[in-house]
């Protein structure tokens, strides 16, 4: 089992920035693809960002690209989502999630990004 904890969720203004982090535990993740996801109210969960822990390029959602990059530290199984240039079109619960190999398998609990106008 793996356990995925995100925090850093919160209220800022449009323009401001937030960094999320989501600790992991449980299994070896070293070959794990971690991503992050969202999901604002009434709509889908979508994509935003991933990347593996073992390096190479990440993965942005073309909404995000140029605006959040998204990093690890494997010393402390803790990936990072840092947001800038928020919109109020990125209000929405984030999610990290960590998949063994094609499809994400666990999630975190959520935490809620804010954005106001």
């Known amino acids: 089992q793996v356990q995925l904890v995100e925090t850093g969720g919160g209220l800022v203004q449009a323009g401001g920035s937030l960094r999320l982090s989501c600790a992991a535990s449980g299994r070896t993740l070293s070959t794990y693809l971690m991503g992050w996801f969202r999901q604002a109210p009434g709509k889908a969960r979508e994509f935003v960002s991933a990347?593996?822990?073992?390096?190479?390029?990440?993965y942005f959602a073309d909404s995000v690209k140029g605006r959040f990059t998204i990093s690890r530290d494997n010393a402390l199984n803790t990936v990072y989502l840092q947001m800038s240039s928020l919109k109020p079109e990125d209000t929405a619960v984030y999610y990290c999630a960590a998949a063994p190999r094609d499809a994400y398998m666990y999630w975190g609990q959520g935490t809620q990004v804010t954005v106001s106008s």
């Open positions: 990347i593996r822990w073992s390096g190479g390029t990440p």
